[in-house]
Nanobody, 117 residues
């Protein structure tokens, strides 16, 4: 079992930046991939993958955040980060950290990001 704890969310004005962190209870290097998802708090909104990094550090991003968000990791600290720049009101959501390990997925509890216009 892997526990993931997100931090760094909050309220920011449009155009601002935030850095999210996800601390893992196990070595993230053993995970197949680490990722960030987000889910807007509106009826019918699905949890959406926005950034992903494989064990080999290959990264991918959703088109909506490409060029503004960057996923990174610190192997020694077992932590994954999401640097979010040029934030927009539509980035408002709960952000979740995810770890992929074989057929298993682990999730954090989420951290709220609110971007005011």
């Amino acid at each position: 079992q892997v526990q993931l704890v997100e931090s760094g969310g909050g309220l920011v004005q449009a155009g601002g930046s935030l850095r999210l962190s996800c601390a893992a209870s196990a070595s993230i290097f053993t995970m197949d991939a680490m990722a960030w998802y987000r889910q807007a708090q509106a009826p019918g909104k699905q949890r959406v993958l926005i950034a992903r990094m494989t064990r080999g550090t290959s990264t991918s991003y959703a088109d909506s955040v490409k060029g503004r968000f960057t996923i990174s990791r610190d192997i020694r600290e077992n932590t994954v980060h999401l640097q979010m720049n040029s934030l927009k009101p539509e980035d408002t959501a709960v952000y979740f950290c995810n770890a992929e390990s074989g057929v298993r997925d682990y999730w954090g509890q989420g951290t709220q990001v609110t971007v005011s216009s």
